[in-house]
């Protein structure tokens, strides 16, 4: 009888890791939670008028962290066509990171001597941000962008775009053309890839035997340091540590022979790839010390994972604690910007109109339309002149300076910003 039980506990077992999702990269059973979020729309899903009334879908942001790699991932519910056919994110609209993106310009122009003989790719183009600061250097560029509506303002820019996901297939296809790369950029796009083996191998494919890979990818050690919860989102199916990209490269043929650390979406890493073979670019001290780092702050080690989700819990608490004062206290607050991360944080946190008038957007594409979630209206950034709130809750706070600077009229009534994260903090 009891090795009948044991019998049957085995199979229970079996068809539970059966049931388990599989890590993208190593296919191994996901069994641990880094954080549950509940369930959340599709953050860059706006809300037309015509939809209010309408059924919207919810899926879970449910994060797990794989026990054999440690890559920290979230299943894809929803395909990336059904993500990023049209898409709502437009780069260009954040005058900090266009600063950014022409000072990358000019580090690899000068560093890698690319001239007009170069050619550059990018991977996940958006609008045309960053590969115009290379046109403008007289260096050819293509632009691999998955997103019509986005893919098509770039075009009518005059930058060369191809309208395709990319991965081995389409990599093949412009090395066909001709269109073999001496630098490739990747800039916050890795997270975005449900498939990571297929998007590096057609890395691999694309780059040129001396070539060299750059990718700009939020890093998982601070976001977890700074209580980045809300920049987990659909959109996003992997979070990444320097260790954690080395494994997915190497497994590739492609060795990261330098990293830097960078402040951008509050805490990144720009990394340099080139082939395994390529002898003429040494590991640097930076990409060493970095992964050693990693491991002594316990990022190689499952229970470095495990005390997260309490952590959100406490921000949560914090922020719902500080809204309900200020509303019994008759203030009025609004919001500032429409992101990815703020529609997390507003439906992880259940924060609606009761709470959130509106908030203000400068892109037109999302103007006049709603929150998805939270159905909370999203104006022009002038409304805020016309009404005159007690606070203006920033949500893409990695770009707060920029913000405070462009909105700092609010001052003239004694208006206040709040930043949610980390933890909520008021600046005067």
């Given at each position: 009888?009891?090795?009948?039980?044991?019998?049957?506990?085995?199979?229970?077992?079996?068809?539970?890791?059966?049931?388990?999702?599989?890590?993208?990269?190593?296919?191994?059973?996901?069994?641990?939670?880094?954080?549950?979020?509940?369930?959340?729309?599709?953050?860059?899903?706006?809300?037309?008028?015509?939809?209010?009334?309408?059924?919207?879908?919810?899926?879970?942001?449910?994060?797990?962290?794989?026990?054999?790699?440690?890559?920290?991932?979230?299943?894809?519910?929803?395909?990336?066509?059904?993500?990023?056919?049209?898409?709502?994110?437009?780069?260009?609209?954040?005058?900090?990171?266009?600063?950014?993106?022409?000072?990358?310009?000019?580090?690899?122009?000068e560093r890698f001597q690319l001239n007009s003989q170069s050619q550059v790719v990018e991977l996940a183009s958006n609008d045309g941000y960053l590969l115009q600061y290379f046109v403008e250097k007289g260096i050819p560029v293509l632009g691999v962008e998955p997103a019509t509506n986005i893919a098509k303002v770039a075009i009518e820019k005059g930058i060369p775009t191809v309208n395709e996901f990319f991965g081995q297939e389409c990599a093949r296809k412009l090395?066909?053309?001709?269109?073999?790369?001496?630098?490739?950029?990747?800039?916050?796009?890795?997270?975005?890839?449900?498939?990571?083996?297929?998007?590096?191998?057609?890395?691999?494919?694309?780059?040129?035997?001396?070539?060299?890979?750059?990718?700009?990818?939020?890093?998982?050690?601070?976001?977890?340091?700074?209580?980045?919860?809300?920049?987990?989102?659909?959109?996003?199916?992997?979070?990444?540590?320097?260790?954690?990209?080395?494994?997915?490269?190497?497994?590739?043929?492609?060795?990261?022979?330098?990293?830097?650390?960078?402040?951008?979406?509050?805490?990144?890493?720009?990394?340099?790839?080139?082939?395994?073979?390529?002898?003429?670019?040494?590991?640097?001290?930076?990409?060493?010390?970095?992964?050693?780092?990693?491991?002594?702050?316990?990022?190689?080690?499952?229970?470095?994972?495990?005390?997260?989700?309490?952590?959100?819990?406490?921000?949560?608490?914090?922020?719902?604690?500080?809204?309900?004062?200020?509303?019994?206290?008759?203030?009025?607050?609004?919001?500032?910007?429409?992101?990815?991360?703020?529609?997390?944080?507003?439906?992880?946190?259940?924060?609606?109109?009761?709470?959130?008038?509106?908030?203000?957007?400068?892109?037109?594409?999302?103007?006049?339309?709603?929150?998805?979630?939270?159905?909370?209206?999203?104006?022009?950034?002038?409304?805020?002149?016309?009404?005159?709130?007690?606070?203006?809750?920033?949500?893409?706070?990695?770009?707060?300076?920029?913000?405070?600077?462009?909105?700092?009229?609010?001052?003239?009534?004694?208006?206040?910003?709040?930043?949610?994260?980390?933890?909520?903090?008021?600046?005067?």
């Open positions: 009888m009891v090795a009948i039980q044991k019998t049957d506990a085995v199979k229970l077992s079996d068809q539970f890791s059966a049931k388990l999702p599989r890590c993208q990269f190593c296919k191994n059973p996901l069994q641990h939670t880094l954080v549950d979020l509940g369930m959340s729309p599709l953050c860059e899903s706006y809300v037309s008028v015509e939809q209010l009334n309408q059924m919207e879908a919810f899926y879970p942001l449910h994060v797990r962290v794989c026990d054999r790699c440690f890559l920290v991932q979230l299943e894809a519910y929803v395909s990336p066509e059904h993500i990023f056919t049209e898409y709502a994110y437009f780069s260009s609209y954040a005058d900090t990171w266009l600063q950014h993106c022409k000072a990358y310009t000019d580090l690899v122009v090395v066909q053309q001709g269109k073999q790369a001496d630098l490739i950029a990747a800039n916050n796009v890795l997270a975005h890839v449900p498939d990571l083996n297929d998007f590096v191998a057609g890395i691999k494919i694309l780059l040129k035997p001396q070539g060299i890979a750059t990718g700009e990818i939020q890093h998982l050690v601070r976001l977890m340091e700074s209580n980045q919860f809300d920049t987990i989102y659909h959109e996003h199916f992997c979070y990444h540590t320097f260790t954690t990209l080395e494994k997915i490269f190497a497994a590739h043929g492609l060795t990261l022979f330098d990293v830097e650390e960078l402040p951008t979406h509050g805490g990144s890493l720009r990394i340099y790839a080139r082939h395994q073979d390529d002898a003429t670019k040494p590991i640097s001290d930076r990409a060493i010390d970095l992964k050693k780092r990693e491991a002594a702050e316990g990022f190689t080690k499952l229970e470095r994972y495990t005390n997260f989700e309490n952590q959100v819990r406490e921000t949560k608490r914090k922020l719902l604690d500080f809204l309900i004062r200020k509303k019994q206290e008759g203030k009025t607050i609004v919001g500032y910007g429409a992101p990815g991360k703020g529609n997390t944080l507003l439906n992880y946190c259940g924060i609606r109109t009761d709470f959130l008038d509106y908030t203000v957007d400068r892109n037109p594409y999302k103007q006049g339309k709603f929150l998805p979630g939270t159905h909370i209206p999203i104006y022009h950034p002038d409304k805020i002149q016309e009404t005159k709130p007690d606070y203006v809750l920033i949500l893409p706070w990695n770009f707060k300076e920029e913000i405070m600077k462009q909105m700092s009229f609010i001052r003239e009534w004694n208006g206040q910003f709040v930043v949610p994260i980390p933890e909520v903090t008021v600046y005067s």
